[in-house]
T-cell receptor, first 110, second 113 residues
Framework: GQNIDQPTEMTATEGAIVQINCTYQTSGFNGLFWYQQHAGEAPTFLSYNVLDGLEEKGRFSSFLSRSKGYSYLLLKELQMKDSASYLCAVRDNAGNMLTFGGGTRLMVKP | DVKVTQSSRYLVKRTGEKVFLECVQDMDHENMFWYRQDPGLGLRLIYFSYDVKMKEKGDIPEGYSVSREKKERFSLILESASTNQTSMYLC????????????FGAGSRLTVL
């Protein structure tokens, strides 16, 4: 099975940097995804890591360490519109299923 | 843009009723998924399908069934709704083999009284 942990809530200030962590214990691993979900809306894809290291995409970066079962999403130059839930999801070995963590609700304050 | 459309945004049903949730995608994706989302529990996979007439159980299939008669349409069925099935239901689709990048629908909020 898969067990995925994320902090429930985080608060940060506009313009700052925030790091959202995700740890996982899984019976198999074939990639890790991050999704963003604004309140009342559908989740949208942010990033994907399958190899160790950092993937950068504009203000957002995602890091993976497979040996540690650990990932983080880094958001730079925070904007008010970044207030949302951030979902970490792990794909199983067969690549057939995504298992999601509980999500981290990020509140950005002026 | 890939579009995943869920037929009902809000539904209110009574215990014991049969409920159909419909999902249609317009980009010829092979894979379709049904999740439910509950506070503190995140998204949990109910069923998925990789081809027409094919279905696989996810983590919480009990009390649900699905139908995929056409490639673009994936239906979730609650044969006899119960109050613990009150939830937000999200449909998603993806291309290729396996669970690649998912595109989600806007969700269907079901309340069972």
């Amino acid at each position: 099975g898969q067990n995925i942990d994320q902090p429930t809530e985080m608060t940060a200030t506009e313009g700052a940097i925030v790091q959202i962590n995700c740890t996982y214990q899984t019976s198999g691993f074939n990639g890790l995804f991050w999704y963003q979900q604004h309140a009342g809306e559908a989740p949208t894809f942010l990033s994907y890591n399958v190899l160790d290291g950092l993937e950068e995409k504009g203000r957002f970066s995602s890091f993976l360490s497979r040996s540690k079962g650990y990932s983080y999403l880094l958001l730079k130059e925070l904007q008010m519109k970044d207030s949302a839930s951030y979902l970490c999801a792990v794909r199983d070995n067969a690549g057939n299923m995504l298992t999601f963590g509980g999500g981290t609700r990020l509140m950005v304050k002026p | 843009d890939v579009k995943v459309t869920q037929s009902s945004r809000y539904l209110v049903k009574r215990t014991g009723e049969k409920v159909f949730l419909e999902c249609v995608q317009d980009m010829d994706h092979e894979n379709m998924f049904w999740y439910r989302q509950d506070p503190g529990l995140g998204l949990r996979l109910i069923y998925f399908s990789y081809d027409v007439k094919m279905k696989e159980k996810g983590d919480i299939p009990e009390g649900y069934s699905v139908s995929r008669e056409k490639k673009e349409r994936f239906s979730l069925i609650l044969e006899s709704a119960s109050t613990n099935q009150t939830s937000m239901y999200l449909c998603a689709s993806s291309y290729g083999s396996g669970a690649n990048v998912l595109t989600f629908g806007a969700g269907s909020r079901l309340t069972v009284l």
